[in-house]
Every structure is written in structure tokens, then in C-alpha cells.
């Protein structure tokens, strides 16, 4: 039977190998809008990897459109760069592309040295805090040109095809949009005056670049903005780009701004594809799913079930640039997946770095990071089996170390198994998995169920011992603390305690948010329960979210500072937050715990004492390093590194970037 991931398919002149197509993702790893080694290497590595076609960007058409760390096409003077790109894309596999955007009000003042950022309408921006300036018809009609002459300078870099940036709360839905397109001209008004920017843009990038240069543009399937365009705009809208000569359509969802999630782990596999599927019944030419497609077998189904005709897979192809070889030969086991944290890409970003990924150390790093094997071996003994751990041992026995991994529990993973526990964190127990899986494939040796102490590791006698022992919680010195309705978040999401009704959790860090969402699901409809109800319209639509939405339990969380959250990174926090006012757990912060009694917690909050009720005290204060080898592991002059929480208490994306540095280096 043939694979159907694996068929080839056409794309206006080009015939794509397979139905991968990477989408363009900012890396920030431009510099002065000029693409660097890091570009060139980050490309190469996923087009080895075996992805049909890569598109790069976003990539600026002038000089307001982006900013510095963006890739530039908006002069002559880059297309050698753009060359070099399109040349390593091309010589290892894939089919090339470049997206091209402007960011209209997205943009920020201080990336375009200090000038007003342009837009259809002076409406200020939830994203940037900033006004722009409204755009006259002249610069219209400039932008336009612009974008003819940058999609000739990508045809002249020898890319194989253009894509331009239609969605996203970008340049282009600004005008489509009536949220954001004020304007009273040919260019604002009715639905066909509010295309005209896009349809001018597609007209003049045909003028410029030829009738069969292949042209795809990236669109929004559904804004998700309130008064924003409806559904059926976007369906004429992409006729409208077909008919102006679009060779294929990638649908993507939201806008930066939307409050509807749309790229991190709570979002389930393959969810957008009934977009995509909304358009390819309404046009002719090819249509790419995108956004959570992160397994082989949900890119499978939604290609097979006519959901699309391609998919896109971008941060995926970042955790695991040879996703598409291992699906198409059989060993998908070997898989690293996407987990949809955003630590390493989403959030970088905003810290104005350039992307990286918790999955996979090397993305990002592919010359500085290459493995290459040592010439002394060393017999090496890892101690803990968490994300530092197996991440050690991976890399140490790629460099030809002989490793043997110990792990005092019965099973592999440590504290990712926290971390996946709350809703919608599922694929943190993925990563684990694969993790483990690595360990497999490669043949590495793993003692489960074993404490180890000197006497093993004298026994043992190895050359470097790298210590990954993790993290205890913290008890912090409330009097009443050893009451039995005292529990340790820790042991809440392993789900090795019971809690009662009422619930107080002390400590409003990510894993007090955590556990106030997985205990604030009990009681309520799954997603099962809730497809039966609306199918069969058994209740009124609001119950039904409300019976979603609204446990069993009543939920409070006090924090010391004044917000809660604040070690959650940026792409998430905001949805968890979102999350815990719609499932009605209350919050309060600037809030000191006073003591702990049989009726419930006594806290000091501002200047007000009270009594909260509770059946349970749930403590979530932190961790602190567990690490009692190390003195006496230096004693025996043994060389040895430590890892991840076991030194310092951090993120999961520290411990796994730890662990391979440790194993690569040694």
C-alpha cells in the first residue's frame, strides 16, 4: 500500500517528492538582515533529513517590514547570501523557498530606529503597545511593488518557489481584516476592497517573477479575533488568490494576538486541520495543513481522510530534523517529537535570542555541536534516568563512550512525568519516551531499580561519573506542616495522594498552577463526553461548557509575590492563566502562609489575617538540589559532572541542554 506521506505531488511546475513541506519559522539567527553559517548549516541539516520542500523567513521587502535579525530580501545586495541558502537546501535534497512578509503593525518602533510603524488604520497594537501610522496610497502602492521585486531577487537567488505571508496579524490580514482596515478608499470598506492589497501583491509578484514561478502564500484558516474576518472571507479570499494565479495554499490559525491557543502542548495533534479542509473543498490547487502535526500517523490520516494535500511540519523538523527519513523507512520509534513547549523557540524569541529547542540540543548548533568520536574512550556511569540524564548518556555514547545509565526507580523519565501530568501536558510523557527510546535504539545499558552508593561506584570503577540525580521539594517552616492533610504537589501529580474538596495550594510557581489545573479537571466532562452532549444536543451548549470547565473541587492557590505564574515561560503562561480564571480557581497573591491547622491555613494577606477552609494543604514552594555524591565521589579523585536540578534547580529545557553538553564534551 502506498504510504500516502511518501506520494509525490505536483505544485504549480514542481514535483514535490514527498508531502513534507516545512513552513518558514524566524530563527533569529540573521545578522543585519544577511544570512550567517547558522542559517546555512540550521537548513542544510533538515533538508538532509528529507523534507520535500523548506521555505526560509520570514524575509523583509523594505526596510520597515521586519527588523535586523530577519532575513533580508529587501536589496540586491542579499541575494549572495540568499544564494548560499538556496544552494545548501537544494544540493541536499529538498526544494527551495522563501517567505516573504511585511509586519505592518507588528512591528516595533525600536527595530526600525525609532520610526512609526505602518498599517491600513491608526489602530494601536495588543501585541507591540503601538499606534501606527496609516499607510497613504502612494506607499501602498510602493509595498506592492516591493513585493514584486523581492520575490525577483528570491528567483534570482535560485530558490524554486515564493511564498508570501497572508495571516498571522500580519501587514497583509491588516487590510483584509475589518477589525483592522478603517480605511475608506479602494483599499478599505467591502470584502473586495479589503483584498485588493493582497490580490495587487500576488498580480505584481506574477509581473515581476513570470506566470509559472510557483507562488504559495500562507493564510489563516480562522483569525480567532473578534469583528476580525469571518470564515466565508477566507474562503473567497483564497478563491481570489487562486484566480490571481496562487500555485498551492498553507493555512495557518490565528493571529498573534488571539486568545485561542494555538502552538503549544495543549493544543492536540493534527487540531487545525478542519481549516485546511474548509479551503481544499473550496479551491484547485494544493492545500497544506499546519500547526500540531507532529507524528507521522496524524500526518497520515489528515492527508488520507482529505483533510489537505500536504502538511506542514515546522517546529517538528526543528526537535528532529530526520522526522521525514525515519517515517518513510520504518523507524518512527526513533522519532524525537515536538512537544509544543516553546521553551527553546517561541519563548527565545521574545528574549530577542535566536531559536533553539529542548528536544534537541544540536538544533541550532549543528557545527558547533557535531558529534564527532572520541579517540580515548571512557568508561562512563550515569547516575539518574531523568530528561539530564538520558540526554548524558546519548551524547556520550554517540561520541563512543561506553555508558551505563542508573536510575533508582523502575522506569525512566524523572520529573518529565510531573511535568505531563496536569491536562494538556501530555507530551511531556512523550518526551520521556522517546528519551528512553534512544537509549533502546542505541543499545546504551540502563540499570533500573538501583540506589547507587561508593560501594557501587567503587565496585563500578569508572573514568567519569556524571551525576544527574535531580530534585527533592521543598518543606517549607509553616507551623502545622506535618499535619496529614499536608501533601507535596510532587506527590499530587504522580497521583500517589488523595485530596479532598476544598484544597489549598501554597505557592503559585509553575508547578502550583500545574496542580491547581490537573485538580480543577475533576469532575468535569471529557472531551468524549462533551462531542456525545453537543452531537446529540442533549444539553444547552453553555452547560456543557460549563460542566467542562467546573470540577468537583474548589481550588485556591496563595502566593508570597503579586502574580502567579511568573517562572512560566511567555508563550504559555498567558493560556495557563487563561485556564485557571475560566475554571474558577481562586488566586491570591501578595499572600503569606501563617499556619497550617485541622480546619485549614491560616495566611496573612497585606495587612489582613484570615482563616481559608481546606481538607487538603497542597505544598508547590520549589525544589532544592538533590545531590549527595558528589564530596565523596571527588574524595575517590574520580572526575565527575553534575547535571541539570541535581546543581541547579531549573527548566526542563536546562537539564536536557546540560546533560548533552556534559556527554559531548567528555
Given at each position: 500500500m502506498i504510504d500516502p506521506l511518501f506520494e509525490s505531488i505536483q505544485l504549480g511546475r514542481l514535483t514535490l517528492k514527498n508531502r513534507i513541506y516545512m513552513p518558514a519559522m524566524?530563527?533569529?539567527?540573521?545578522?543585519?538582515?544577511?544570512?550567517?553559517?547558522?542559517?546555512?548549516?540550521?537548513?542544510?541539516?533538515?533538508?538532509?533529513?528529507?523534507?520535500?520542500?523548506?521555505?526560509?523567513?520570514y524575509a523583509t521587502v523594505d526596510e520597515m517590514s521586519g527588523s535586523s535579525m530577519n532575513i533580508g530580501a529587501h536589496s540586491d545586495d542579499h541575494i549572495p547570501g540568499l544564494k548560499r541558502l538556496s544552494d545548501a537546501i537544494k544540493s541536499n535534497g529538498a526544494l527551495s523557498a522563501v517567505q516573504l512578509n511585511h509586519s505592518g503593525r507588528y512591528n516595533f518602533s525600536f527595530f526600525i530606529g525609532g520610526k512609526t510603524p505602518v498599517a491600513p488604520s491608526a489602530i494601536a497594537s495588543r501585541l507591540t503597545r503601538e499606534t501606527p501610522r496609516e499607510l497613504t496610497i502612494d506607499e501602498i502602492?510602493?509595498?506592492?511593488?516591493?513585493?514584486?521585486?523581492?520575490?525577483?531577487?528570491?528567483?534570482?537567488?535560485?530558490?524554486?518557489?515564493?511564498?508570501?505571508?497572508?495571516?498571522?496579524?500580519?501587514?497583509?490580514?491588516?487590510?483584509?481584516?475589518?477589525?483592522?482596515?478603517?480605511?475608506?478608499?479602494?483599499?478599505?470598506?467591502?470584502?473586495?476592497?479589503?483584498?485588493?492589497?493582497?490580490?495587487?501583491?500576488?498580480?505584481?509578484?506574477?509581473?515581476?517573477?513570470?506566470?509559472?514561478?510557483?507562488?504559495?502564500?500562507?493564510?489563516?484558516?480562522?483569525?480567532?479575533?473578534k469583528d476580525g474576518s469571518s470564515s466565508q472571507d477566507l474562503i473567497t479570499y483564497a478563491k481570489s488568490l487562486v484566480d490571481a494565479g496562487v500555485d498551492a495554499l498553507c493555512i495557518n490559525v490565528g493571529w498573534h494576538e488571539a486568545r485561542v491557543p494555538q502552538i503549544v502542548t495543549e493544543v492536540p495533534r493534527g487540531m487545525f486541520s478542519y481549516l485546511s479542509r474548509r479551503i481544499k473543498e473550496s479551491v484547485d490547487v494544493p492545500v497544506i495543513a499546519s500547526h500540531r502535526i507532529n507524528d507521522p500517523s496524524v500526518a497520515r490520516e489528515i492527508i488520507a481522510d482529505n483533510m489537505c494535500d500536504m502538511v506542514a511540519i515546522?517546529?517538528?523538523?526543528?526537535?528532529?530534523?530526520?522526522?521525514?527519513?525515519?517515517?518513510?523507512?520504518?523507524?518512527?520509534?526513533?522519532?524525537?517529537?515536538?512537544?509544543?513547549?516553546?521553551?527553546?523557540?517561541?519563548?527565545?524569541?521574545?528574549?530577542?535570542?535566536?531559536?533553539?529547542?529542548?528536544?534537541?540540543?544540536?538544533?541550532?548548533?549543528?557545527?558547533?555541536?557535531?558529534?564527532?568520536?572520541?579517540?580515548?574512550p571512557k568508561k562512563v556511569m550515569i547516575i539518574g534516568g531523568g530528561a539530564a540524564g538520558m540526554s548524558a548518556a546519548i551524547a556520550a555514547h554517540d561520541r563512543g563512550h561506553v555508558v551505563t545509565l542508573y536510575e533508582q526507580s523502575n522506569q525512566l523519565g524523572g520529573q518529565l512525568h510531573l511535568a505531563g501530568a496536569p491536562p494538556g501536558r501530555e507530551e511531556f510523557c512523550v518526551l520521556a519516551q522517546d528519551l528512553s527510546n534512544q537509549l533502546i535504539t542505541k543499545n546504551i545499558s540502563?540499570?533500573?531499580?538501583?540506589?547507587?552508593?561508593?560501594?557501587?561506584?567503587?565496585?563500578?570503577?569508572?573514568?567519569?561519573?556524571?551525576?544527574?540525580?535531580?530534585?527533592?521539594?521543598?518543606?517549607?517552616?509553616?507551623?502545622?506542616?506535618?499535619?496529614?492533610?499536608?501533601?507535596?504537589?510532587?506527590?499530587v501529580l504522580a497521583n500517589q495522594v488523595q485530596t479532598g474538596k476544598n484544597v489549598v495550594i501554597v505557592g503559585g510557581g509553575a508547578v502550583g498552577v500545574e496542580t491547581a489545573l490537573l485538580l480543577s479537571e475533576k469532575g468535569?466532562?471529557?472531551?468524549?463526553?462533551?462531542?456525545?452532549?453537543?452531537?446529540?444536543?442533549?444539553?444547552p451548549v453553555e452547560d456543557i461548557i460549563y460542566m467542562?470547565?467546573?470540577?468537583?473541587?474548589?481550588?485556591?492557590?496563595?502566593?508570597?509575590?503579586?502574580?502567579?505564574?511568573?517562572?512560566?515561560?511567555?508563550?504559555?503562561?498567558?493560556?495557563?492563566?487563561?485556564?485557571?480564571?475560566?475554571?474558577?480557581?481562586?488566586?491570591?497573591?501578595?499572600?503569606?502562609?501563617?499556619?497550617?491547622t485541622d480546619k485549614g491555613i491560616r495566611v496573612l494577606q497585606g495587612d489582613e489575617e484570615m482563616l481559608i477552609p481546606a481538607d487538603t494543604i497542597v505544598l508547590a514552594v520549589g525544589a532544592k538540589p538533590y545531590n549527595p555524591l558528589k564530596d565523596s565521589i571527588e574524595s575517590k579523585g574520580i572526575s565527575c559532572t553534575v547535571v541539570g536540578d541535581a546543581g541547579t534547580i531549573g527548566k526542563a529545557f536546562d537539564a536536557v541542554h546540560q546533560g548533552f553538553e556534559a556527554g559531548y564534551q567528555l
Open positions: 524566524h530563527l533569529n539567527m540573521a545578522e543585519d538582515f544577511l544570512v550567517t553559517d547558522r542559517l546555512v548549516n540550521f537548513y542544510a541539516e533538515r533538508a538532509r533529513g528529507g523534507a520535500a520542500m523548506i521555505s526560509v523567513g502602492k510602493q509595498i506592492i511593488e516591493s513585493f514584486g521585486i523581492a520575490a525577483n531577487r528570491v528567483k534570482q537567488a535560485g530558490f524554486d518557489a515564493v511564498e508570501i505571508l497572508s495571516g498571522t496579524g500580519y501587514l497583509l490580514s491588516q487590510f483584509l481584516s475589518p477589525l483592522t482596515n478603517h480605511r475608506t478608499d479602494e483599499y478599505g470598506g467591502n470584502l473586495e476592497n479589503r483584498m485588493r492589497f493582497g490580490i495587487e501583491i500576488m498580480k505584481s509578484i506574477k509581473a515581476k517573477t513570470g506566470q509559472d514561478y510557483p507562488l504559495i502564500v500562507r493564510m489563516n484558516g480562522n483569525e480567532f479575533m515546522g517546529r517538528s523538523l526543528i526537535a528532529d530534523p530526520w522526522f521525514p527519513e525515519k517515517a518513510k523507512n520504518h523507524r518512527e520509534q526513533e522519532i524525537v517529537h515536538c512537544i509544543a513547549c516553546a521553551q527553546g523557540c517561541f519563548d527565545h524569541l521574545f528574549q530577542l535570542k535566536s531559536v533553539e529547542c529542548l528536544c534537541n540540543p544540536q538544533a541550532g548548533h549543528e557545527k558547533d555541536r557535531a558529534i564527532v568520536k572520541t579517540d580515548s540502563v540499570v533500573l531499580n538501583s540506589t547507587v552508593d561508593m560501594a557501587v561506584i567503587e565496585k563500578t570503577a569508572p573514568d567519569h561519573v556524571i551525576l544527574a540525580t535531580g530534585a527533592q521539594p521543598i518543606t517549607p517552616p509553616i507551623p502545622g506542616n506535618e499535619l496529614p492533610t499536608v501533601v507535596q504537589a510532587w506527590d468535569t466532562l471529557s472531551g468524549e463526553a462533551v462531542k456525545f452532549l453537543l452531537v446529540n444536543q442533549a444539553e467542562a470547565t467546573h470540577g468537583t473541587k474548589t481550588i485556591t492557590i496563595i502566593e508570597m509575590i503579586d502574580k502567579v505564574g511568573k517562572d512560566i515561560g511567555k508563550s504559555t503562561r498567558w493560556g495557563m492563566l487563561q485556564d485557571i480564571s475560566r475554571r474558577n480557581i481562586d488566586i491570591k497573591v501578595g499572600t503569606r502562609a501563617l499556619e497550617i
